[in-house]
């Protein structure tokens, strides 16, 4: 059963929201667990992945993530992270979606988030111009909505196998049948089944499962030559087609 963690000290104090600053610190933390506020997750700089009860779930650099109250996950921050962890009063978290969201992290939310850095430091209870700053962030993270890069996980055992697999080599080249026979299904019944359980072809969850594998070695350092590599892509090229599609720049754009 998920760990359930009482309301920071500073939130308990009648602050808003509690923000702990860049740089974030490289961690990983396998208990499912859940707060009491929500969670806003900036991420300027690396990857920030969470492990929720349905699947795995990716909030990139230029990406701020929404975990909202009560949601079991277990995170995980990876090398070189900066950016901010956010902590959000519970009665203030009805102004986002009751579902885990990522939004864009536009120039201006950023700008914002700087500014809101520094009140931590400051009194617990905000001066009206930082109340209209505060609600300005929160318009504009409600209007930038991102596409999630959310892997789902199938409940049947013999397909949690075979993704689990996927998921430990990226660069695996089974292809359906080979799957089929391994699994002891069909080709048309492994097809049905897995698109029923995750809501995707088996195509398409092998290239979510790469794109999630890349940016976490583009975060550790990786270059984009040897991440294509290891990702199992024929050729750079073709990796860096299948990242801009994803996420509209190049992987080495995207790691500067």
């Not at 309301?7 to 990983?28: C, E, K, M, V, Y």
């Not at 994803?246 to 995207?254: C, I, L, W």
């Amino acid at each position: 059963m998920p760990v359930e963690y009482p309301l920071h000290r500073f939130i308990q104090d009648g602050r808003p929201l509690q923000i702990n600053a860049q740089p974030l610190q490289a961690s990983t933390d396998d208990v499912l667990h859940r707060y009491r506020e929500g969670q806003l997750w900036a991420v300027k700089q690396g990857v920030i992945t969470a492990e929720l009860d349905t699947g795995s779930w990716v909030v990139p650099a230029r990406r701020i993530g929404w975990i909202p109250p009560g949601v079991a996950h277990a995170a995980r921050v990876h090398e070189a992270a900066r950016g901010w962890m956010i902590y959000l009063r519970p009665d203030l978290c009805p102004l986002f979606p009751n579902t885990p969201t990522v939004f864009d992290m536009t120039p201006l939310a950023a700008a914002l988030l700087e500014r809101i850095d520094g009140w931590q430091k400051g009194p617990a209870e905000l001066a009206p111009p930082q109340h209209r700053l505060l609600d300005v962030l929160f318009d504009e993270l409600k209007i930038s909505p991102a596409n999630p890069l959310f892997l789902p996980m199938p409940s049947s055992p013999h397909l949690v196998g075979m993704t689990l697999t996927i998921v430990a080599d990226p660069a695996n080249k089974l292809g359906l049948d080979d799957w089929a026979r391994r699994t002891g299904m069909s080709r048309r019944g492994l097809t049905r089944h897995f698109r029923a359980e995750t809501g995707m072809s088996l195509v398409q969850w092998r290239i979510v499962a790469r794109m999630k594998r890349a940016l976490e070695l583009l975060a550790q350092g990786d270059t984009v030559s040897r991440v294509a590599q290891r990702l199992g892509y024929d050729s750079v090229s073709t990796f860096i087609s299948a990242f801009s599609a994803q996420f509209g720049m190049t992987p080495g754009a995207y790691a500067l």
